[in-house]
């Protein structure tokens, strides 16, 4: 008996240390959950967030729809994979972002109610800070993916589109034109791509 407890005990202590050796272990969810929980996914089959879109960016959230234990704390994160040519296009939030790049090179700006265009080259480990309410973006200027993690000071920060809010609406696209000078084939263009109506 003393021997099968033995064994046991040097099996669970190999299955530790194996995965804490590992640089990282994304939980397979699929697999039964085990003393030190799910058992890792197969590193080949760990993908970061799908840029195969209009932007080539991939938003991941972590606020308090996603993760309720953030309700009441009044902040949220967001991890920002942007593809080569990826763009956060412009947008705004009711609170202030800080924005910090781990990998590679995004141009990030924010434009003041005066229409003064701040923005700067952040390359990994740079931080820069948006003040709430502004319009702002992000975008990969080098030729390799790059990865940033923001914080809101919000456990829910809202998020308005600019592009989306001009186009992805029911408003005439004359009325459109008028608003934003662009003519009007191309709005009817950008409707088409934003899933506006009219």
Known sequence: MILKIFLAFCLLVCVVYVQSVVDFCVADLNLRIGLVGYPCQNVSQVVVGNTSNFFRVAVTGAFDA???GL???GLSMFRLDIDVGGVIPIHTHRVSELIVVIEGTILASFIDSDNIAYFKTLNKGDVMIFPQSVLHFQ???RD???LAFVSLNSANPSFQLTSGSLFA???P???VQK???IDEEQVKK???IFGGTN
Do not use: E, F, R, Y
């Open 139 to 141: 975008a990969n200027v």
């Open 190 to 192: 950008l409707k088409g």
């Open 173 to 175: 696209s004359s009325i």
């Open 66 to 68: 996603t993760l309720p």
């Open 144 to 146: 390799v993916p790059a």
């Open 71 to 73: 309700n009441g704390l």
């Open 169 to 171: 609406n029911n408003l």
């Open 179 to 181: 608003i934003t000078l």
